[in-house]
């Protein structure tokens, strides 16, 4: 292509100089407009793929969250299980039931 464009650029000089200029101006300007629509189509790649990104973080960190906040409450869920088959169903260990006196650990662990 460019082999086309510099034979035709000679053909032009030596047949019409005064059109030639013409034809440089017409040519650097599609040149200069082609090379801007190429810069502006970067940046706007570039910007969509940063905002796309953006976007997919924030959708794993909310499903992240959400993952977190599950975990924690089975993780309470089976503490609980736990602690109410030692403690009973309310969690808190009486004396009369365990039929010892309350410890300082037992306190801590209400």
Not at 43 to 66: F, H, I, M, P, V
Not at 70 to 88: C, K, Q, Y
């Amino acid at each position: 292509m460019g082999a086309l464009v510099l034979a035709y650029s000679a053909l032009l000089a030596v047949r019409a100089p005064v059109e030639f200029w013409g034809w440089i101006n017409g040519l650097l300007a599609t040149l200069l407009s082609v090379a801007a629509a190429f810069l502006v189509g970067v940046a706007l790649y570039s910007y969509q793929a940063n905002e796309g990104d953006k976007r997919r973080r924030e959708e794993l960190r909310s499903l992240t969250r959400a993952e977190l906040e599950e975990t924690i409450t089975s993780f309470g869920e089976s503490v609980d299980a736990t602690t109410n088959s030692r403690w009973g169903r309310t969690g808190t260990r009486t004396p009369e039931r365990s039929g010892q006196k309350e410890s300082s650990s037992d306190t801590c662990n209400r």
